[in-house]
């Protein structure tokens, strides 16, 4: 019996490499869905690995992207809203995949290891979407 693989072998093994990554896929499809969670990654984008940075900072750029403020005027029921979300959600999800490193005591993000990795398929797939 020889030791090459039959033809069919290769996309088999192909097909099984890549299932395996499917719950790895999944969440980070998970993590895009949010547009809140989008603006993170992308803020986190300017920070250096091991620059920590509040949660307020970012929640005040999150709501003024999103509500079409400048910085100074991010603040507010809209502000608020936006910070709470950030706290009880968001920001615990990103950490759970390793995108971000989040201090909840002292209210402070930082870039995680997997910050890159998830930053490269959004803005990829934002690539891809503009025509």
Do not use: K
Not at 19 to 26: I, L
Not at 69 to 75: F, P, R
Not at 115 to 131: I, K, N, P, W
């Amino acid at each position: 019996m020889s030791d090459d693989q039959p033809t069919w072998w290769t996309p088999l093994g192909e097909l099984v490499a890549a299932s395996a990554r499917h719950e790895e896929v999944s969440t980070v499809c998970s993590l895009l869905m949010n547009r809140r969670r989008q603006l993170v990654v992308l803020y986190m984008l300017t920070c250096e690995q091991n620059e920590w940075t509040t949660m307020s900072e970012v929640a005040r750029w999150v709501t003024a992207v999103t509500q079409g403020y400048s910085i100074e005027e991010a603040t507010g029921d809209d502000y608020r809203n936006i910070r709470e979300s950030l706290r009880n959600t968001h920001l615990s999800a990103l950490a759970d995949a390793g995108v971000i490193e989040y201090d909840a005591q002292q209210t402070r993000v930082a870039p995680g290891e997997q910050l890159e990795d998830v930053a490269g398929v959004f803005l990829h797939l934002l690539l891809l979407t503009r025509s």
